[in-house]
């Protein structure tokens, strides 16, 4: 019983490193696109 526990709090975990890891990969593509859609908006 105990390693299922175990198991899945490390389950939980490596989700949880995994979903960060996306967002910090995003995030400077989002940085990219914010200021970009802003100049295309002005030149319309």
Partial sequence: ???LVT???LLILAYG???VMLE??????MDD???SSLN???DK
């Fill in 33 to 35: 696109e914010i200021p």
């Fill in 1 to 3: 019983m105990f390693k």
């Fill in 40 to 42: 295309n908006e002005g």
């Fill in 7 to 9: 198991m899945a709090l």
């Fill in 17 to 19: 490193i995994g979903l």
């Fill in 24 to 29: 910090l990969k995003n995030a400077p593509l």
